[in-house]
């Protein structure tokens, strides 16, 4: 298992960005949490298998309809086992 952090910078607000990755990470298994930065970035903490991570690092450089993704930043980190699902944070 494992735990990856992830920014994604563009239009990313405003277009369901949060609704549809949570929607991407509860069909791949994925637990964690997504939430809008007040700088414009989406920010993206999730845990599961590598290969269903992958799948979302993918999903996150398109984006919904009505997004416009310039980077997405990654960083592994320590898997911890900490969530129970994956939500939208406010």
């Not at 984006?63 to 898997?79: D, I, K, L, N, T």
Request: proline fraction near 2%.
């Amino acid at each position: 298992m494992e735990r990856a952090h992830i920014f994604i910078s563009g239009i990313v607000q405003g277009v369901y960005y949060r609704y549809n990755a949570m929607k991407k990470a509860q069909e791949l298994g994925l637990k964690g949490w997504v939430r809008n930065l007040r700088d414009g970035r989406v920010e993206v903490v999730c845990e599961g298998r590598r290969e269903d991570i992958d799948r979302l690092i993918e999903w996150c450089k398109k984006g919904p309809p009505g997004a416009y993704v310039e980077s997405v930043q990654v960083a592994f980190e320590q898997f911890k086992g900490e969530f129970r699902t994956f939500e939208i944070l406010y």
